[in-house]
């Protein structure tokens, strides 16, 4: 059975997790398969190879979810706090380099988040996609994860570490 960015796995003898780096408005991105049983069907091959082919614009939305829960939520707002009044309190310059310093900055630190990760659980249709946005991870190993389920709709937003 051939999955997008994958080839050919054999759909009866599935590994726990396959990993692959993709390349997506020439950002490199690791994605990465994980599965719980060892069997795939062809229907749930056939949602996985449409999640994979939908993830740039699944990626728009993630941030559109962002950008919805900093205007509206809590956790968006946790995260960009850690980080200036905690985390680079006296030098937000530090992670701010390279962001536009017209803004204020909280949204110069929106400027710096990327995709580092999407994770696939096809066995998990609540937390079927799991996108991992992060600012430099060499300044903080802090994820801000966007859940979405089998039909990549949001399901919520958390940080972890």
Not at 4 to 20: A, H, I, W
Request: aromatic share 12%; hydrophobic share 30%; charged share 30%.
């Amino acid at each position: 059975m051939t999955i997008n960015y994958f080839g050919d796995l054999d759909s009866k003898k599935l590994e726990d997790f396959y990993s692959t780096d993709i390349e997506i408005e020439s950002h490199k991105i690791e994605v990465d398969l994980n599965f719980d049983c060892k069997s795939l069907s062809n229907e749930k091959a056939e949602i996985l190879n449409n999640c994979l082919k939908e993830l740039p614009n699944t990626i728009k939305n993630s941030w559109q979810w962002i950008m919805n829960d900093y205007k509206n939520g809590e956790d968006v707002s946790e995260y960009i706090s850690f980080h200036l009044d905690d985390f680079f309190e006296d030098d937000p310059e530090e992670i701010l380099k390279g962001t536009d310093s017209n803004l204020d900055n909280k949204d110069r630190f929106l400027q710096t988040l990327r995709v580092n990760r999407i994770g696939i659980y096809p066995d998990s249709p609540e937390n079927y996609l799991v996108i991992d946005w992060m600012t430099d991870p060499e300044l903080s190993n802090y994820i801000l994860v966007v859940n979405c389920n089998e039909k990549f709709e949001l399901e919520y937003i958390t940080v972890e570490s």
